[in-house]
């Protein structure tokens, strides 16, 4: 049994203690490496040395592939090409245009608690926790409410389509192509849209942004388009969903939120700690390195276990215990890993973020005294994107 087993998704907890307390680096399969402890993970994604290898033909995670073919190929990319494409979208998707979601963020998520409080019982992730960011991205982007559903078929196969291949199925595999292509030419023609009729969409800013005569190419706005997709929804939908189970489970904790809705921002930090969404991010030696006492050649491959760095007690006293205080700012402490942190810090942590502390703090004024109607309830299928399938509660 290994930490990707199906066995140990509900509760990867006890795993995770094993290998920090067996050492900083565990192999896997040859040229792949296990790394559980927050320092080692937190070293490499500050580490220039690390990166993803694929247009270098170095990554070992999928051998062989063009990475021109695989979903979101901007987020494979390392520096230089990176750091320029970074640069002019971070140009569009500031801090500032999200903080400026936030009253539109408040009537989607109010509506979505009308619809479930008016029913009674739902299940909070497909009628809540994957509509809001599925509604929310697809607005921000431009993309016309006939569309959303489509859209979210393409980025749950996408998603799924994240996990290193040999763990995929051939019509996994092929429904992750599909999806590509497909949204690849459905956004080539929203672009071309937004060219001859540009509108307040975050798209519209993506094809006028430029920098020193530099633009964005059709395709590069696609893959931006993509990853903005899967970063802004599926990351999100299971941030969601595991906070409104872990508040479910921990009563006392739920009661600290209810008592003060406005902690909920320091509480979705928690929430991304607890249950960390993206858990096994990767990284790969761009030149050979020094690493936990071991020599590793170029294009060594690194899985660097975040859900079990975010549980180690060297940084977080009692870490397997729900905290909603724990990130408040008074109280000081570490960061967790969550969005990893470097150069390829997640692009999709302020909307995320934002979207989450929207919704917990709106559940826990209209609603907080949901009830689990299934406090053990099954996990996605997938290794790369963590959160429950399903969660049906009641709201009294």
């Not at 019509?171 to 192509?177: H, L, S, T």
């Not at 590069?220 to 899967?230: F, P, R």
Request: aromatic content about 8%; proline content about 9%; glycine content about 8%.
């Amino acid at each position: 049994m290994t930490v990707f087993s199906p066995e140990v998704r509900a509760d990867p907890s006890e795993v995770y203690r094993r290998l920090r307390e067996a050492g900083p680096l565990h192999d896997y399969v040859p040229g792949i490496h296990l790394v559980p402890r927050y320092a080692d993970c937190d070293a490499v994604f500050g580490d220039p040395a690390w990166g993803h290898g694929y247009f270098s033909g170095i990554n070992p995670f999928r051998p062989g592939v063009d990475p021109a073919r695989l979903p979101g190929s901007f987020l494979l990319m390392d520096p230089p090409d990176h750091t320029r494409l970074r640069s002019l979208v971070t140009k569009a998707f500031t801090q500032r245009a999200v903080a400026a979601l936030v009253p539109r963020v408040t009537e989607i998520v109010d509506g979505l608690l009308d619809n479930a409080i008016e029913r009674g019982e739902v299940d909070f992730v497909a009628d809540i926790a994957y509509l809001l960011p599925l509604t929310t991205i697809c607005e921000l982007l431009g993309v016309p409410a006939a569309d959303h559903e489509v859209f979210g078929r393409w980025a749950s196969a996408i998603s799924r389509g994240l996990d290193p291949d040999a763990l995929l199925t051939e019509a996994e595999k092929a429904a992750r192509a599909e999806a590509v292509v497909a949204f690849a030419e459905y956004f080539a023609a929203l672009v071309a849209e937004r060219e001859r009729h540009p509108g307040p969409d975050l798209l519209s800013k993506l094809v006028a942004v430029a920098e020193g005569g530099d633009r964005l190419s059709v395709k590069e706005i696609c893959d931006i388009g993509v990853l903005l997709l899967i970063a802004g929804h599926e990351t999100t939908m299971n941030l969601i969903a595991s906070g409104v189970l872990a508040l479910g489970r921990a009563p006392e904790q739920r009661a600290i939120l209810r008592a003060d809705p406005g902690l909920s921002a320091p509480a979705v930090e928690e929430f991304l700690r607890f249950d960390t969404p993206v858990p096994f991010p990767t990284r790969v030696a761009m030149r050979d390195v020094e690493f936990a006492g071991r020599e590793l050649p170029r294009g060594t491959g690194l899985i660097l276990l975040a859900g079990s760095a975010n549980r180690d007690p060297e940084v977080f006293p009692d870490p397997d215990r729900l905290d909603v205080l724990r990130f408040d700012p008074a109280r000081g402490g570490r960061k967790h890993l969550a969005f990893s942190h470097g150069p390829h810090f997640c692009l999709g942590a302020p909307l995320a973020r934002l979207e989450a502390t929207v919704l917990f703090e709106r559940l826990m004024r209209r609603a907080p005294d949901y009830e689990l109607l299934d406090s053990a309830p099954p996990y996605r299928d997938t290794v790369s994107m963590r959160g429950p399938r399903s969660l049906p509660v009641r709201f009294r």
